[in-house]
């Protein structure tokens, strides 16, 4: 799947979980799904806890979240 593709599955309503990054609306915000990542959860272990859920949309978080690195000036981040 090309890049714009997964990026179109991440989604901001201000009617959904309070305008934060979404998966194609279904109120999991991007957020939590990269702490399981980053929690060492597997993208199977996920799945099998979010059947709604598919594998694009888990690589699309990451794709969301390289993205929003992409920056000229990083500052210390707040605890």
Not at 39 to 51: K, N, P, Q, R, V
């Amino acid at each position: 799947m090309e890049n714009q593709a997964l990026l179109d599955r991440i989604t901001v309503d201000p009617k959904i979980c309070h305008g934060k990054p979404v998966i194609r609306g279904l109120r999991y915000p991007v957020e939590n799904m990269l702490e399981l990542l980053a929690s060492g959860m597997t993208h199977a272990e996920i799945l099998a806890d979010y059947e709604d859920l598919e594998e694009d949309d888990l690589i699309a978080c990451l794709l969301f979240a390289a993205r929003l690195t992409k920056v000229k000036h990083v500052s210390a981040l707040a605890a």
